[in-house]
């Protein structure tokens, strides 16, 4: 193995970062990451495409490690996405789809080295696509709505969300270190 | 199991939790139930956000777009403009929209009146043939279509059915050059053959002894088997004498080529022709106003042109004079002298009172002992023109009328040198005689 293959195998060895976390911090990028998903293209037109709710979910799985506790976290932000979404929609749609996208973040983290800019930004494009093709299988198959599914659109929303996930989780990051001093 | 559990915990806590939120929306789906708390309590706890959002994005917003805003005008111009270009383009695509249910309107109340079976249907393509006058229709053997059957519209005849398909029928226009048509007029009842094959519709096969005047409608008289009897076709434009036969030019009343909406007759009823031309179904026309009565009759009568009160004045002269215009023998009257009667007031309003007062002072014994009589004329002719036939003055009696040899007699707008003295308008009120008219120096 060379020397990028072990350094993205390699699992990184470092403390319980939610114990660092301020509870009180990530209630609030939650409420934020939520609640921007609709106001956001109210202030910035054309800005329909930005998942701040899954890239804080597949953020909070990729460095928390601990499957239960993103899972949870998962079911939560969509539970909460689910509650602002159109009536005609059931809750538990988002929640369900948030729900696996925490569990395989917080699985692949264990194995990988998600610290790492590509793998970070291959992660967040994958779990975008993941997401966005499950809810549209979980709206044909348990709604019967017959929906489109644009793979192109998907995509590029995709690639978009990726190149923000990296400056946010930089971000996130920061945020973790100073609160571990 | 307990080893299991704690060995899958992570897959075994996944399941639960997703199968717990996939009972919940079963629940949801099957009862068809909103968990309307839920929303409740999520929209009530965000809204209120919203307001803040909303402030700040109109503000930030509203002050660039304040600010910026001549960067951007000529941007919004340029859109504007297109804008307009589309909206002209809907306009006129709407306003043929409405022509066309204008139209099929039409058809619905004809196709109620008309006692054949008829099937509406709409033109949808033209023959690709360019000589072959034929058009496709929107129906087909499934609408009961059969060739051979007449197509027609309230205006006029259309063609015939000439191919049946299961959805579509093609229609050979009226206007083919080997199409021909029965057809009938309306007031003598004479038979001919449309013929439309050389550009010009010719009614032929009429003897040059029949009649048939310019503007005559033409009827369909059913004798071609196709188009029921009494289906409008056309007026005459020309009827002229020819060799062997009369040269009858016709102009359609429909419009083969042009129509879009059309009507298929499945099952033709004969009809008598009219005594009166078809109507128009596609325009009303209101009732003739009321006659006018009262100040606006009297306003009415007013409006006269200065030819009509030169008419009326010299009608008057001649009623006066016993003149009867254009018979023989008439004596000539004299229009230098002023009529009698409403129409003088109406020529010259101005000069009523001040013949009034001549009348009062001139001879008012004899307007009392001389009673008006219009009858007079007739049974007195008036005396020859002439300087020596009115030596002295008369009463203006009926029976003695201004002089006729006062003065020369001018044509009509000659220059005058000295007016005439006035007659009184009321007969009763007529001075006994004229003054002496003083010779023209003419």
């Not at chain 1, 291959?122 to 709206?139: D, G, I, K, P």
């Not at chain 2, 075994?12 to 929306?25: C, D, H, K, N, S």
């Not at chain 2, 009858?375 to 201004?402: H, I, L």
């Amino acid at each position: 193995m060379n020397e990028t293959s072990d350094q993205i195998l390699q699992r990184p060895l470092r403390e319980s970062w939610f114990s660092r976390f301020q509870v009180a911090a990530l209630a609030a990028l939650t409420i934020v990451a939520v609640i921007g998903k609709f106001y956001l293209p109210r202030l910035i037109p054309n800005t329909e495409w930005l998942e701040l709710p899954l890239l804080l979910t597949v953020y909070f799985g990729l460095m928390r490690h601990g499957p239960i506790a993103s899972l949870l976290f998962g079911a939560f932000v969509g539970l909460a996405e689910d509650s602002l979404s159109p009536a005609n929609l059931p809750i538990g749609m988002y929640g369900i789809t948030k729900t696996l996208v925490g569990y395989f973040s917080a699985s692949v983290s264990m194995r990988f080295n998600v610290e790492n800019s590509f793998v970070r930004l291959v992660l967040s494009f994958f779990f975008f696509f993941f997401h966005a093709f499950f809810y549209w299988v979980m709206r044909r198959a348990l709604l019967g709505q017959i929906v489109p599914f644009d793979p192109q659109e998907t995509f590029v929303h995709g690639a978009l969300n990726a190149v923000v996930a990296l400056p946010l989780f930089a971000v996130l990051d920061r945020m973790r270190l100073s609160g571990s001093v | 199991m307990e080893a299991l559990l704690s060995r899958y915990r992570n897959l075994t806590v996944l399941l639960i939790v997703v199968v717990a939120q996939l009972l919940y929306l079963a629940y949801q789906v099957k009862t068809n139930r909103d968990e309307r708390l839920i929303r409740v309590w999520a929209v009530t706890a965000v809204t209120p956000m919203a307001g803040i959002v909303e402030a700040i994005r109109h503000n930030t917003i509203g002050f660039l777009q304040d600010y910026f805003i001549l960067l951007d005008v000529r941007e919004q111009n340029r859109k504007l403009k297109s804008d307009n270009d589309r909206l002209r383009m809907e306009n006129v695509y709407y306003r043929n929209e409405l022509a066309t249910a204008e139209h099929a309107r039409a058809l619905t109340l004809f196709q109620a009146r008309t006692p054949s079976k008829t099937v509406a249907a709409r033109v949808i393509g033209n023959s690709t043939v360019e000589t072959a006058k034929a058009v496709f229709v929107d129906r087909g053997a499934t609408s009961g279509i059969e060739k051979g059957m007449a197509v027609v519209t309230p205006d006029g005849v259309v063609g015939k059915v000439i191919a049946v398909y299961p959805l579509v029928s093609q229609v050979l226009l009226i206007t083919d050059p080997t199409f021909k048509v029965g057809v009938e007029s309306q007031k003598g009842h004479v038979h001919g053959v449309l013929d439309c094959g050389t550009g010009k519709c010719e009614v032929e096969q009429i003897q040059n002894e029949d009649k048939v005047s310019a503007g005559e409608w033409f009827f369909t008289s059913g004798e071609d088997r196709i188009f029921p009897k009494g289906f409008p076709v056309g007026t005459v434009v020309s009827s002229q004498p020819g060799q062997g036969m009369r040269d009858i030019k016709l102009n359609l009343s429909g419009a083969p080529g042009g129509v879009e909406e059309v009507l298929v007759v499945l099952q033709g009823v004969h009809q008598a022709i009219p005594s009166t031309p078809p109507e128009n179904t596609e325009s009303s026309m209101l009732p003739a106003p009321p006659a006018e009565t009262g100040s606006d009759a009297a306003q009415a009568a007013k409006r006269e042109t200065e030819a009509d009160k030169v008419l009326q004045k010299y009608d008057e002269i001649g009623k006066q004079e016993g003149h009867v215009f254009g018979g023989v023998g008439s004596n000539l009257p004299n229009f230098n002298v002023k009529p009698e009667g409403p129409a003088t007031q109406a020529a010259t309003p101005a000069a009523g009172t001040s013949d009034a007062n001549v009348v009062k002072t001139g001879s008012q014994a004899a307007v009392k002992t001389s009673p008006p009589s219009t009858s007079a004329p007739s049974s007195n002719p008036a005396p020859k023109p002439g300087p020596s036939s009115n030596p002295a003055p008369k009463p203006a009696t009926a029976e003695t009328r201004p002089p006729m040899n006062s003065g020369p007699v001018l044509p009509l707008g000659a220059p005058r040198h000295k007016a005439v003295p006035p007659i009184a308008q009321p007969q009763a009120q007529r001075p006994p005689a004229a003054p002496p008219r003083p010779a023209d120096p003419q």
